[in-house]
Every structure is written in C-alpha cells, then in structure tokens.
C-alpha cells in the first residue's frame, strides 16, 4: 500500500488567495447603488409633494343620460325630442388634499402632451382639506345649474324673477349673529334693490360703523334688521357675501352625478334651451364646450380648458365651444380633428351651435394669437 508524502491543503484548480467571502470594492459600489435606487423608488411613491397634476376627464352629453337616469328633466313644461350631444367636459385632478402626487406622476406628466403640473396652491389655499373641496364644488355646482337655468328659460321666454340672498356671513362680521345665510335682501334703507351691485352701492353710501336697515325675508317672512358695517379694503360692507335665487315657472332638475365646480354652465343652459324648443339644436352634430355663466348670459374662463379639449377630441366631438377668455391658453393645443369656436355669451354660444347645425361652421370666430 502506498502512502502520501501529504494531504492537500485546497480542493480545486488553483490556489486561493484572501476571504472567499469577501467582496471586491466594485461589487460593494454596485450593491449600495442598487440599494440607493431601491430606497429612492420607494420614497418617491411615498412622499407627496406640493403640486397637482390636471389630466383629460371624461365627457358627459347634457342631452342624454348619466347612470340610466335623464341628466336633464322639466315638469310643468312641453319638451321636444332631439338628437346629437352637447358635451359637457370635465378634468380629472391628481393630487390636492389628502391626495398627494410622487416623483413618478410628475415624471409621467412632464412627458405627457395632455397633462399638466401645477402648484397645489394655485388651486387649493393652504389649511383646507378635501371635505371643504368637495362642499365649494358641491356649492358651485347648485350655484351654476340655477344660473344656467335662468339663462335657458329666459331665452325662451319664460318669466323669471331673481332674488339678492345672503350666500354666507364672513367670519369677521359684524352681524354674525345677526345675519344668516339663505336671508333675502329686499330692500336697504326702504329701497327695493334689483341686483348685487345695487346692495354694494346702497351700503356703501354710509360710513364704517353706521347702521344700515335692511329689508329680507327670512324662512318666507318678512323681517327688518338693523345691521352694523365696516371697513374692507377701503369699502363699507356688512361682512356677507352675496348670492342669487331664482323663482322658475316650473321645475327643472339637472343631475350631473358627481362632477363639482361650475365650469359646465354653459353647456347646462345650451342642453336646457335645446329640451324646451323643437327640432335639434346641433342637426346631429356632437358638440363640446366648457364656460362658466352667470344670469346675465356671459360665459366667464375656466381651469383646465388644455385638457378639456383632449377630453373632447377623445370623446368623439369634432367642435368645441371655449370661453373667449380661454383663448391665449387655447392657441398651440388644439388635438387635430377638433375646430374650436370663441364665445362671450350664451346668445354667441347658442348661434354658434345654430350655424355648426346649418353646415356654416367654418365662418364662426375662433382663437387666435
């Protein structure tokens, strides 16, 4: 039997020199960076930051259904069929209270051509919280539909009387507990007042500190106030913030589901006036738009109005009604396919729609530099 001169001290092809289980330098690089990466990925779906990013929403016909159920209704009035969409659009907004944007939405958004960032401060003051949000959307909401009421039974005809309410008393009033919201104002010191500017005018001819007598009805019954005033920014006010109400001839109910904000008034009046005379109102023509309106019948800007007209195109609507005071946002982002048309005021807004349905849109105004 033969035997080893020695044992072998390693089992392999070659020797072995150092830790086997220690890592190079390149290699530790390598781990803590892919580390770091991980860590900064994660964090960046974690922390919010202080912006809004505002994206295309969906489009909803005035003229049609939302959830099965009439989006407009009128009882106590004739209404007539009628064909073709007037489309109110909507933006959708990622981010604001209790919903913070990361890194990666605003990365998405800085690529994206239908998307934008935006301060979160520009749109949401600091300290509120996403109830407050919701309830001024709520508020704006009523307050658009009741306006682009009065305009459409207006534009028809119908009789329609508005009334000077207290929308809310400021915190720092005079008359907080004097004053409630939802008091309509008549009259000030003895004189019937017709409008908000009237009530502004009236007040303003007594000096801070002086009483002023107020004329309102109150849950149907007449009451007479002394109300105290002060000094704001240079004017005499009573601490309130004024609305309207409006007595209609009969009942019209607009649903919009959960859609906030008072953007959509103008299509709310061109869809109302289209239910309330007959034939259609587009010839069958599916027609976009946005714009606030007040009871005057003028159509005031709104937000978003970029993506309300990639909302539009993608909606399927080839025309687009834009405030005119939108313009300067308008030039430059128009999708292709969709022609916009600049109005002011309901009457430009519903000739405009007139003419689209007559085939004579290419002569209508639309914006420019």
């Known amino acids: 039997m033969s035997q080893h001169d020695s044992a072998p001290d390693h089992w392999g092809p070659g020797p072995?020199?150092?830790?086997?289980?220690?890592?190079?330098?390149?290699?530790?690089?390598?781990?803590?960076?892919?580390?770091?990466?991980?860590?900064?990925?994660?964090l960046s779906t974690m922390v919010g930051l202080p912006y809004i990013v505002l994206k295309p929403g969906p489009v909803t016909n005035t003229l049609g259904k939302l959830d099965d159920k009439q989006l407009i209704t009128v009882s106590g009035a004739k209404t007539y069929p009628t064909d073709g969409a007037l489309d109110f659009t909507t933006v959708r907004v990622a981010g604001g209270p209790g919903l913070k944007v990361t890194v990666w939405d605003?990365?998405?958004?800085?690529?994206?051509?239908?998307?934008?960032?935006?301060?979160?401060?520009?749109y949401f003051p600091k300290g509120v919280t996403s109830k407050q949000v919701?309830?001024?959307?709520?508020?704006?909401?009523?307050?658009?539909?009741?306006?682009?009421?009065?305009?459409?039974?207006?534009?028809?005809?119908?009789?329609?009387?508005?009334?000077?309410?207290?929308?809310?008393?400021?915190?720092?009033?005079p008359n907080q507990s004097l004053l409630k919201a939802g008091d309509r104002?008549?009259?000030?010191?003895?004189?019937?007042?017709?409008?908000?500017?009237?009530?502004?005018?009236?007040?303003?001819?007594?000096?801070?500190?002086?009483?002023?007598?107020?004329?309102?009805?109150?849950?149907?019954?007449?009451?007479t106030v002394e109300a105290a005033t002060k000094e704001n920014q240079g004017r005499t006010t009573i601490g309130v913030f004024l609305g309207l109400t409006f007595d209609f001839p009969y009942k019209v109910t607009i649903d919009a589901g959960d859609v906030g904000g008072p953007s959509a008034g103008t299509m709310f009046a061109l869809g109302l006036y289209d239910t309330l005379t007959p034939g259609a109102l587009t010839g069958g023509q599916k027609i976009a738009g946005t714009g606030t309106i007040d009871y005057?019948?003028?159509?005031?800007?709104?937000?978003?109005?970029?993506?309300?007209?990639?909302?539009?195109?993608?909606?399927?609507?080839?025309?687009?009604?834009?405030p005119a005071d939108n313009c300067s946002e308008v030039v430059g982002h128009v999708?292709?396919?969709?022609k916009v048309v600049r109005i002011a005021t309901f009457d430009e807004a519903?000739?405009?729609?007139?003419?689209i349905a007559a085939g004579k849109g290419g002569s209508l105004p639309t914006c420019t530099r």
């Open 134 to 173: 919701q309830e001024e959307n709520a508020a704006e909401m009523v307050d658009s539909q009741q306006e682009a009421i009065a305009v459409a039974l207006k534009a028809v005809g119908a009789d329609v009387k508005s009334h000077i309410v207290v929308g809310q008393v400021t915190k720092d009033s």
């Open 350 to 355: 519903r000739s405009s729609v007139e003419s």
């Open 16 to 42: 072995v020199e150092g830790d086997p289980y220690r890592l190079g330098r390149r290699s530790v690089a390598t781990l803590v960076g892919g580390f770091l990466v991980i860590a900064f990925a994660a």
């Open 296 to 322: 005057t019948g003028a159509v005031g800007p709104i937000g978003g109005i970029r993506q309300k007209l990639v909302g539009a195109r993608d909606g399927g609507a080839k025309w687009f009604l834009a």
């Open 335 to 338: 999708p292709d396919g969709l």
């Open 106 to 122: 605003l990365l998405h958004a800085a690529i994206s051509r239908s998307e934008e960032i935006e301060p979160e401060e520009a």
């Open 185 to 223: 104002i008549d009259t000030i010191d003895g004189k019937p007042v017709a409008n908000t500017e009237a009530v502004r005018t009236a007040i303003g001819k007594h000096k801070p500190g002086e009483k002023v007598r107020l004329g309102l009805v109150r849950d149907g019954k007449p009451v």
